[in-house]
């Protein structure tokens, strides 16, 4: 008789507990403060890890910075970690630190990527997953930098929408490259706080399967996060582990890594979602960061720009490779990447924290801005052209004229004048000259001033004679007359003597300085090459005339009007193709209940508009550039009353709100620069400059990075976050129905809105945030929030007290933004052409191209060993050809990618899919 075979037992859910650390460098404390807990955090990991093999694995949070942190303090502990790390039972990296990807460019995210990978195969191991357990929200151009590092999966948390009903699906991005991606549901601390049983341990895997029903992937396991924010492990966990196996067959739990886990996950059949992860449905995204400490995300923009439209360029481009400033860069690059970091970045931290992160913003630029001049001085040096000529040299890709700003010798009208005879259009700003230093000294004192003489140099100034005349006894004047134009410099060395003598006389001595008739002056060039350079000569008289002008309450030049409304100060802009812009920034003053995470508006709130007083100035009219000062005078709310819960804002006593804008146009160019100054003694506010479009919308497209992104007028939210629609843009934002449009581009004003009619239908209006100021690090419950994002700390800092400037431009067009150009008028706006003086005597030709780039914007120009590297981008949803040419010549080298590893070789062009990123390593050929 034959038996009925037993039914066959179900496969168990593999449990994957992945024990780790959340690690904020720095946040609600600072950095110091925070390391004297890792410490003491990685001395307690070591020794478990050393001690007790059922204790597998740890994560370090997916940065390396955090182990240089911990070896900086404990030197002796690096053969340790790095043991632990070749074992695999350590897992470090890809980032050097966990980046906020909408908060910085995308040139900083490669580099943190960069160092991130290298520093971690140093330490004997790269953890290969692309780990981003808390940024709030993800770029759309992720998984193609994933892909280029040579990651084919992703680990996330934020920003996941709610049409991806599972824990994995594929991420795309625009270029089409696609990484399998793993959600954490319930957030990277859903396995937080194990229980030390093991049936508590089965129990707690049973709710989370319960939790996650069909988001559980068919025939995939469940994977746990075991650990937080600066949680230290749970030493116990392995015995624990192990208990639970034996008791039951439901779950095989096991202490894993992520690359282990994600190894056997299925990839079929899985939802693909494309672009970028901006979604409050199931965790916030926290969209209030772009907007709250626009000091800081000003200095992050003109940090990054320093060092990656300026120095790096002209440095790579314009000096000898054995000259490149590799170490100079890399201190800025460092400081960059340690400020990517989400609390950081982000400004969602403690003031102290805040103060520390510009400071290294501040630090970053100054590299910027002196390797930029070294470089160009460099360059200046060796040009063939007569002594006291200006060299010209442009740090983009793109040809362009501009603005250039130079003090030139003598009174009376000029112009400048390139080497072909190209006679450039020049205003003269202001004649200056005259008196220079002054200062009197008595005795042993005259050795302070002895110490302004160097060589034929008085104060910085060459001096051609110098006069003495006693005014008294033992009581002299000396006078320095500086040199002109053409009269040679006397050495003043032998004058030492002479003035010791005096000084140990006990004699009074006047000490005066004559300055040479100088002229501030403006000019256009003509076109500078991209990457190259141009050199100009002075002539003396009138140069060639220009549309620019400006009078009593209106700008203008070649390509557009502005006129200003004498009541209200707002600007109706009309280009010469007939594109119009009426009601144009208009300032809107509304109260802020939220927080450095959130906007939210007050229980209670008085929103201010219209000016009290308005006046219009001409300060320039022409023919380089014409200038207007508006000024308006508002009445606000000096404060709201409430606490960390919630706050109204009444007008019960308001305050004198004056803001000074500069409207500016600048012969050749199609955008009015604005220059907004203020002093804001308000507090728990919101200023936002409002744009009327010419035409509605059904979205908006702004640059991010690597990327223009296509938004709609919503954003999804959930129950823990109002989907609030503001969102964030790099460098512009467009709003455009295809014939006529409004781009915004900007200075670190990340934050936009494209505000709707009545019924929500379409885009009218254009709202850019200046300024957002407000009182604590997190409130516990706004209206638009129930939920504190952090500690309800109240602090000074995001009130945003004191003096502020912010800058931006309009540019009204017709098409779409690419037809607008906007990658080239961001350029324009943003990065200025470099000038320095020639010396006279070398042999390096006086206008010359050292790289050319068609087909694609340029992303990065840097040397690495010697070899030069340039990174290009095709910002189009059309496919192209990338070509580069060296000094005239084709270019040559290969094709790599993140990490340095040949994909390619290259011959001088590339075809490169719509939105595809290329790194080449160049040589001349």
């Not at 780990?131 to 280029?148: I, K, N, S, T």
């Not at 991420?171 to 229980?195: F, H, M």
């Not at 100054?366 to 040096?381: F, M, P, Q, S, Y």
């Not at 098409?815 to 470099?834: F, H, I």
Request: charged share 25%; proline share 6%.
């Amino acid at each position: 008789m034959t038996g009925t075979p037993a039914p066959a037992q179900p496969q168990p859910i593999t449990v994957a507990i992945v024990p780790h650390t959340h690690w904020d460098r720095e946040w609600y404390l600072p950095f110091q403060t925070f390391r004297v807990r890792l410490v003491r955090l990685l001395d307690q990991l070591l020794d478990l890890l050393e001690r007790d093999k059922t204790y597998a694995r740890f994560l370090l949070d997916g940065q390396t910075a955090v182990v240089d942190d911990y070896l900086e303090i404990r030197p002796e502990a690096a053969e340790r970690i790095s043991r632990l790390t070749a074992s695999g039972r350590l897992q470090v990296g890809p980032w050097m630190v966990l980046m906020d990807e909408f908060m910085v460019s995308g040139e900083t995210m490669v580099r943190d990527l960069q160092l991130g990978v290298a520093r971690a195969q140093e330490l004997g191991g790269l953890m290969e997953v692309g780990y981003l357990p808390d940024m709030f929200g993800h770029v759309a151009q992720m998984p193609q930098l994933l892909r280029l590092a040579g990651f084919s999966d992703a680990v996330l948390w934020r920003g996941v929408p709610a049409a991806i009903e599972q824990t994995a699906f594929w991420w795309e991005a625009p270029d089409g490259s696609q990484v399998r991606t793993e959600y954490l549901y319930g957030s990277y601390s859903n396995g937080r706080d194990l229980p030390a049983d093991a049936a508590g341990l089965v129990a707690r895997a049973h709710g989370y399967e319960h939790e996650l029903g069909t988001a559980r992937v068919p025939g995939g396991g469940m994977l746990l996060m075991n650990g937080s924010d600066h949680l230290l492990p749970q030493p116990w966990l392995g015995e624990v582990v192990a208990a639970a196996n034996e008791a039951q067959n439901r779950y095989e739990f096991v202490v894993s890594s992520l690359p282990d886990y994600l190894t056997a996950q299925p990839i079929d059949d899985l939802a693909v979602w494309r672009g970028e992860l901006r979604s409050g449905a199931r965790s916030n995204v926290l969209m209030g960061v772009a907007s709250n400490r626009v000091d800081v995300h000003r200095a992050c923009a003109a940090a990054e720009r320093a060092l990656e439209r300026r120095a790096e360029p002209l440095s790579a481009l314009l000096l000898d490779p054995a000259q490149y400033p590799d170490a100079l860069l890399g201190v800025a690059w460092r400081h960059l990447v340690l400020n990517s970091a989400h609390d950081s970045s982000c400004a969602c931290s403690a003031d102290e924290v805040v103060d520390a992160v510009v400071v290294r913003y501040q630090e970053a630029r100054h590299i910027g801005d002196a390797l930029t001049k070294d470089a160009v001085r460099e360059h200046a040096r060796g040009i063939d052209a007569p002594a006291g000529s200006t060299l010209v040299a442009n740090s983009t890709s793109a040809t362009r004229s501009g603005l250039v700003h130079a003090f030139v010798p003598g009174h009376g009208p000029v112009h400048l004048t390139a080497i072909d005879g190209t006679a450039c259009p020049t205003q003269v700003v202001r004649n200056v000259g005259g008196e220079g230093f002054s200062t009197i000294v008595v005795g042993e004192k005259v050795r302070w001033v002895l110490e302004m003489i160097r060589g034929p140099e008085f104060a910085g100034i060459r001096i051609a004679r110098v006069t003495r005349r006693e005014l008294a006894p033992n009581e002299w004047e000396l006078t320095f007359h500086a040199a002109r134009v053409g009269e040679a410099p006397i050495e003043l060395e032998p004058l030492r003597d002479e003035l010791l003598a005096l000084g140990e006389s006990g004699a009074t001595v006047h000490f005066h300085q004559t300055l040479p008739p100088t002229r501030e002056v403006v000019f256009q060039t003509d076109p500078v090459p991209g990457f190259g350079w141009r050199t100009y000569t002075l002539v003396d008289g009138e140069g060639p005339p220009t549309d620019v002008r400006a009078d009593d309450r209106s700008l203008a030049n070649e390509h557009l009007r502005v006129d200003v409304d004498p009541d209200d100060g707002t600007l109706t802009l009309t280009t010469v193709d007939g594109v119009v812009v009426t009601g144009a920034n208009a300032l809107l003053d509304g109260g802020d209940g939220g927080d450095t995470y959130n906007y939210s508006p007050p229980t209670e709130d008085v929103v201010v508009e219209d000016p009290e007083f308005v006046r219009v100035d001409v300060l320039e009219s022409g023919p380089v550039r014409a200038r207007l000062l508006v000024t308006t005078l508002y009445a606000i709310p000096t404060h709201a009353v409430g606490d960390a819960r919630l706050c109204t804002r009444r007008s019960e006593e308001n305050t004198r709100f004056e803001v000074e804008t500069t409207l500016e146009l600048r012969a050749g160019e199609r955008f009015l620069r604005v220059h907004v100054e203020l002093e804001n003694r308000c507090r728990d506010h919101r200023l936002r400059a409002h744009f009327p479009l010419p035409a509605p919308v059904d979205g908006s497209n702004a640059e991010c990075a690597f990327a223009v992104v296509h938004r709609g007028l919503t954003a999804e939210g959930g129950p823990n976050e109002f989907g609030l629609p503001t969102f964030v843009s790099r460098r512009f934002v467009d709003c455009s129905d295809g014939t006529l449009g409004l781009a915004l581009l900007h200075d670190g004003l990340l934050e936009y809105e494209v505000l709707t009619d009545d019924d929500r239908a379409n885009g009218v209006e254009l709202a850019l945030t200046l300024l957002r100021a407000t009182g604590y690090l997190s409130r516990s419950k706004i209206s638009l929030r129930p939920n504190p994002a952090g500690p309800l700390d109240p602090l000074e800092g995001p009130q945003l007290q004191g003096h502020h400037v912010v800058e931006y431009a309009l540019l009204p067009h017709k098409g779409t933004w690419r037809d607008a150009s906007l990658y080239e008028a961001a350029d324009a706006l943003l990065v200025p052409l470099e000038r320095a003086r020639v010396p006279g005597g070398g042999t390096t030709p006086p206008a010359g191209q050292a790289l050319h780039v068609e087909g694609a914007q340029v992303s990065a120009v840097r040397r690495e060993h010697g070899a030069l590297i340039v990174r290009v981008l095709n910002a189009s949803p059309e496919s192209a050809v990338a070509r580069v040419t060296l000094d005239g010549g084709q270019a040559a080298g290969d094709v790599i990618d993140l990490r340095g590893r040949v994909t390619d070789s290259f011959n001088g062009s590339l075809e490169l899919l719509p939105w595809e990123i290329a790194t080449l390593r160049l040589t001349e050929i």
